[in-house]
């Protein structure tokens, strides 16, 4: 795959760019110790996916925003019918999530084209758990990727001393932290770059794709990393969720305190 020239044009015939959020929202979240799918958890009195669609609906950039849900999943819709979730009701949605997330991402590009995007239009896909992702941060991405010739992520320089472990969980060695970033989401793409990245990287056996970039990466292009925020985390273990519901509280009494 060959990376897209700065000379093409990727502009419609208004002169306008078009960004479309994905979110991938069919996993079972097995590792959070849930009972069920961990976006539907209670997080400050909401399902922890409502707030992660309420940030994304305040990216005026956004010209959209396709929810992609297992086959079989019908609490999303119950959830868009409540009262307090207008973000929620405004998204697309389609049943067609598969067993990983390449697999939901890919179904969910393929759905946005047949709503009539194009492969040239970008996509912004954000993890329906990183509930606590800042508006500015989105647009930060957008700014520093909508004329890239390539798209790039969030991400976060690593602090920590690293280290890498042994099979019996004991030190081997010090990994170097220099240059090194932890990636988050959104990662922004175009629509029809990454389609064939993850097409491709479907097609060989050693390449394990585990996030957006990653298929990108083995097609040979190098995203751009685009400085996120420390709590714009992953709701993964059990932990987690308490330690989100704590920022999340916190918003809300500095925003009631702004006011």
Known sequence: MTSPQRGDSFTHPDGRQRFFALVPCAGSGSRSGAAGPKQYESLAGRALVLWTLEALARVSELDGTLVVLSPGDDQFAALAAEGDAEAASACWRANVGGGTRAESVYAGLHDLLARGALPSDWVLVHDAARCL?????????????????????????????????????????????????????????????????????????????????????????????????????KVTWPEDFALAERLLLGRAQTSKAHA
């Open 133 to 233: 992702v800042h508006p500015d941060s989105i647009r930060r991405l957008i700014a520093a990727c909508r004329d890239d010739a390539v798209g790039g992520l969030l991400a976060m320089p690593v602090p920590d001393t690293l280290k890498r472990s042994d099979a019996q969980a004991r030190v081997a060695e010090t990994v170097p932290r220099e240059r090194i970033w932890a990636a988050q989401t959104p990662q922004m793409f175009r629509i029809g770059v990454l389609r064939d990245a993850i097409a491709a990287g479907f097609a060989r056996r050693d390449l394990l794709i585990t996030d957006e970039a990653s298929a990108i990466e083995a097609a040979g292009l190098a995203p751009r990393l685009v400085r996120g925020d420390f709590d714009n985390l």
